[in-house]
C-alpha cells in the first residue's frame, strides 16, 4: 500500500480540495465519504470507491481491515497520522464519483426543500426522505452543498438511494407537477393531519429562519401546520420534514 506523508503530494491536494470546496466537488463531480459507516453504505449499493485512504495504525481495526477487503489493492493509500488529521477524525475516507439517480419516470412522492443552509439539518432531511421512501428530492440554488463531508455523515447513506436534483427553480417544479404540493407554514390553518396525502404528494420545507420565498408558497397547492400544544415557536426544519413525510407512510400503510 502506497504511503503519503507530505502535503505536497498531489493525492492529499485532491482530498484537501474536496473537503474543503463545494466548487472543487462541482468542478470534479467528487465527493469525500468519511468514516466507515458511509464507505459500508456506499459498497453496499455495489459501488466501489475511485480511491481509499487509511490512516496509520487504523489497520488493526478490525471492521476497517473487513471493509478494504473490498476495495482493490490500487486504490488504497495510507496517510500519515497528521496528514490524515488534517482531513478527519476517522481514520479512513474515501473518494467517489457523485452518483446520480435516475428518479421514476413520473414520481408520485417528492421534497422540495429551500435555501436549507444547515448540513446537519440537510442530512437528516435526507435521511427521513430515504426511509419515507420520497421518489425524488429537489434542492434550490442556495441549499448547502449537498455533497459536503457535513451533509453526507448527517445521511448516513441516504444519498446513495436517493434521486437528487440541485440547484432547482422550486416555483416551476411546484407548479408542474401533477399531484398536490403541500407547503408548511406557521400562519396555516390547516392542520397536516386533515389532509389527505395518500395520492402523488410533494412536500416543500424552506430555510430554517427566514421559511419560503413568497413564490413558492404562492405556487404551492395548500399550506398546513403542524399541531404544536408545547411552548414552543417552531420546529426544526428536520423534524418537521420527517413529521410530513411519515404521516403520508402512516397514510399509506
Known amino acids: ?25 462541482r468542478k470534479a463531480a467528487r465527493a469525500l465519504l468519511e468514516g466507515s459507516h458511509l464507505l459500508a453504505a456506499y459498497l453496499a449499493t455495489g ?8 490512516s496509520q495504525g487504523s489497520m488493526e481495526n478490525t471492521e476497517t ?10 486504490h488504497l493509500v495510507e496517510l500519515s497520522s497528521s496528514l490524515f488529521a488534517e482531513l478527519t477524525p476517522t481514520g479512513i475516507l474515501a473518494v467517489i464519483e457523485i452518483p446520480h439517480i435516475k ?3 413520473k414520481p408520485d412522492f417528492c421534497l422540495l426543500l429551500e ?22 428530492v429537489y434542492l434550490s440554488t442556495h441549499c448547502v452543498d449537498v455533497w459536503s463531508p457535513k451533509v453526507l455523515r448527517g445521511g448516513m447513506g441516504a444519498h446513495f438511494v436517493l434521486a437528487i436534483e440541485e440547484r432547482v427553480n422550486l416555483p416551476e417544479k411546484a407548479a408542474a407537477f401533477a399531484g398536490l404540493t403541500v407547503a408548511t407554514s ?13 395520492g402523488p404528494i410533494a412536500f416543500i420545507v424552506g430555510n430554517e429562519g427566514a421559511g419560503m420565498t413568497a413564490a413558492l408558497l404562492a405556487a404551492a397547492g395548500v399550506q398546513v401546520r403542524i399541531p404544536m400544544p408545547g411552548k414552543v415557536e417552531s420546529l426544526n426544519a428536520a423534524a418537521a420534514a420527517s413529521i410530513c413525510l411519515f404521516e403520508r407512510v402512516r397514510q399509506k400503510l
Open 47 to 54: 459501488r466501489v470507491p475511485e480511491q481509499v485512504a487509511v
Open 115 to 136: 435555501d436549507v443552509q444547515d448540513p446537519g439539518n440537510l442530512g437528516a432531511i435526507l435521511r427521513s426522505a430515504a426511509a419515507a421512501g420520497v421518489h425524488v
Open 103 to 105: 428518479p421514476v419516470a
Open 186 to 198: 406557521l400562519n396555516a390553518t390547516q392542520s397536516l393531519y386533515d389532509l389527505d396525502l395518500t
Open 65 to 74: 481491515r473487513a471493509l478494504l477487503a473490498a476495495i482493490p489493492a490500487a
Open 1 to 25: 500500500m502506497k504511503i503519503i506523508s507530505s502535503r505536497d503530494n498531489l493525492m492529499f491536494k485532491q482530498f484537501k480540495r474536496l473537503a474543503d470546496s463545494a466548487r472543487e466537488r
